[in-house]
């Protein structure tokens, strides 16, 4: 692939996440302002379910599918797409059955707003990271600079219209679960139609072979990304559960654009390292460089104007927790450079290894939060993240080390073709 190439799906790349992150950022703001403390609250909660969720999607297939070659996805295209519409459709039927089991036997407004504020970001999440990978597989990128530039206009149109007409929370979640039904619909237009048979024999196999594994990923990564904010709903008030989600939506722009870039070098990795070990070692200590450099930026602009950006985003009203979003920038941080040692875990096929690994970064960040949460609070659950991510990064490096120094195993490497 010639470096021109590889930029015009950079910049493709980065107009489309710039477009998501902007949305994801002004929807939170827009939250945090103009709803009720439980309501954003709410949202907050039912956003870190349903990445648990989805993390089974991403473990079974989607990360596979990223790094297969280009001319592989294509045949297989109608195939993943009826994979994609089938967990879309049961996820969402769970869920549905969930909220309908609350609306009929629970009469706790938070609950259900949660259950109903999951099944809207379940929609959302379970398509970005897909159609990312399968859109840059057919070389469409600017498919995904339409979607995402509209998205963005539906929700700089809520934030200036939300405080002047009272929009209902609820009509808000079914506005965007509209719009994301509209962009699957807009996605098989693009690529045809899906191929439900092919599509379950996938889902079958896929899951037959990856769903323990990602179980195990979901227990890890969940114990210390959501299970903290879960720990500090229960023992907390509203406001500290609201300042841990609102910190967090400051940097969920900047871990989405460098999420687009993992998407970017995860497709180009096989062609880049050609299969072979040394290519692999070459390629991911370049990606680690890069990658580094990034969140070393992140902390330093943080450092210095975090004040400034938490109180243009939302006055005075989370301003005691700037120590919180400083938190948010290491876990961030950690997240970062995570993901190029992921990219070669994928490829020796030790992803399943790894997220056993990661169980005890999950069970290290939940028993410290249990500890935390009630005395400090947000800042209490921020420290649990940091410590169990900084748990899943030393397990990560152990399985990526014989990459890193070649000379610790002398044993062939199986890789994932």
Not at 106 to 130: G, H, K, P, R, W
Not at 190 to 219: C, T, Y
Not at 330 to 341: F, G, H, R
Request: net charge positive; hydrophobic share 55%.
């Amino acid at each position: 692939m010639n470096k021109s190439r590889q930029l015009v799906i950079r910049f493709f790349s980065l107009s489309d996440q710039i477009f998501v992150s902007a949305a994801n950022l002004l929807l939170t703001i827009t939250l945090a302002r103009y709803y009720s403390e439980i309501e954003f609250a709410a949202y907050g909660i039912g956003l870190s379910i349903a990445l648990t969720l989805l993390g089974v999607q991403r473990n079974c297939y989607v990360v596979q599918n990223s790094l297969l070659h280009p001319s592989i996805m294509r045949n297989r295209t109608s195939k993943v797409l009826g994979q994609q519409a089938i967990v879309w459709f049961i996820l969402l039927i769970i869920e549905s059955m969930v909220l309908a089991a609350l609306v009929i036997f629970s009469d706790n407004s938070f609950y259900l707003t949660i259950s109903a504020s999951t099944i809207v970001c379940s929609l959302i999440y379970a398509q970005m990271e897909f159609d990312r990978m399968i859109l840059i597989k057919h070389d469409k990128y600017w498919y995904s600079v339409i979607t995402s530039g509209t998205f963005f206009i539906f929700i700089a149109v809520l934030f200036f219209f939300a405080p002047k007409i009272n929009i209902p929370y609820f009509f808000v979640l079914l506005i965007l679960g509209g719009y994301v039904c509209l962009k699957f619909i807009f996605l098989l237009i693009a690529l045809g139609r899906p191929h439900f048979f092919w599509g379950w024999r996938l889902v079958k196999r896929d899951f037959r072979k990856n769903f323990i594994g990602a179980i195990s990923g979901i227990i890890g990564y969940s114990g210390h990304n959501h299970v903290p904010l879960f720990i500090l709903g229960l023992v907390a008030a509203p406001a500290q559960v609201g300042a841990f989600v609102a910190m967090r939506g400051l940097l969920q722009p900047l871990q989405i654009i460098i999420r687009s870039f993992d998407v970017i070098d995860k497709n180009l990795f096989s062609i880049k390292s050609e299969g072979k070990v040394h290519g692999i070692r070459e390629v991911f200590i370049r990606q680690v460089s890069v990658y580094g450099v990034l969140a070393l930026v992140m902390v330093f602009i943080m450092a210095i104007f975090g004040e400034t950006i938490s109180y243009f985003a939302y006055g005075e009203k989370y301003s005691i927790f700037n120590q919180v979003l400083m938190g948010w920038t290491l876990i961030s941080s950690m997240l970062v450079i995570s993901l190029p040692m992921e990219t070669v875990i994928v490829k020796l096929d030790k992803l399943n290894t790894y997220n056993f690994y990661r169980i005890l970064a999950g069970i290290t960040g939940s028993v410290v939060a249990f500890f935390l949460c009630g005395p400090f609070g947000a800042m209490g659950a921020v420290i649990a993240c940091l410590i169990g991510w900084l748990v899943s990064c030393a397990c990560a490096f152990w399985i990526v080390r014989e990459i890193i120094f070649p000379k610790w195993k002398n044993s062939v490497l199986v890789l994932n073709q």
